[in-house]
C-alpha cells in the first residue's frame, strides 16, 4: 500500500470511529472539495465496511446532481467528457452502473467482459497464482 492510501486509510479510521463514532446502520452524508476526492472514496470504503446504510458523496464533479432511490441508492448525474470516465465508474466495481450515455456502458461492459475473460481463462487450473507464475504444476494427487 503507497504511503499516501495508508494516510488516507489511518485519517479516515479516526474520522469514523473517533470523529464520528459511526456505527452500522448509520448514514453519512461526506461532503469535500473535488481535489480531495481519493481521500473521500478511501473514506467512504471505510463506512461501508462499518456497515454504514449509505454513503453521500459531493465531490466528483460541480455539475452533479444526487437523487435518493427508493431502494436506499443514490443516483448521480454530472455532465463530463473524456477517457477518464470508464476508469472511474470501474474503480466502483459492483457498487454503481452505468444508465447513459450509451457509449459509456457499452465502454463498461466491454471492459469488464474482457476482465471476466482472462480470469475464464484459468478456470480449470487449480494451481495457486505463485505456481503458475513459477511454473510449478501441482497434480492434485495424495500419496497412500
Do not use: C
Not at 463506512?47 to 443516483?75: C, K, S
Not at 450515455?101 to 471492459?111: G, K, S
Amino acid at each position: 500500500m503507497a504511503a499516501i492510501e495508508e494516510l488516507y486509510r489511518r485519517y479516515a479510521d479516526l474520522a469514523l470511529d473517533v470523529g464520528l463514532s459511526l456505527q452500522a446502520g448509520q448514514r453519512l452524508w461526506l461532503s469535500m472539495p473535488v481535489t480531495a476526492a481519493p481521500l473521500a472514496r478511501v473514506i467512504a470504503a471505510a463506512a461501508y465496511q462499518r456497515g454504514a446504510r449509505y454513503v453521500r458523496e459531493r465531490t466528483f464533479h460541480p455539475t452533479q446532481q444526487l437523487h435518493d432511490l427508493p431502494d436506499g441508492g443514490v443516483e448521480l448525474r454530472f455532465k463530463a467528457a473524456g477517457l477518464e470516465l470508464p476508469r472511474f465508474v470501474l474503480e466502483w466495481g459492483p457498487r454503481v452502473e452505468v444508465i447513459e450515455p450509451a457509449w459509456l456502458r457499452e465502454d463498461v461492459i466491454n471492459q469488464l467482459r474482457t476482465a471476466l475473460a482472462r480470469y475464464s481463462d484459468h478456470q480449470g487450473d487449480r494451481r495457486t497464482v505463485s505456481d503458475r507464475v513459477m511454473g510449478n504444476s501441482r497434480t492434485g494427487t495424495t500419496e497412500t
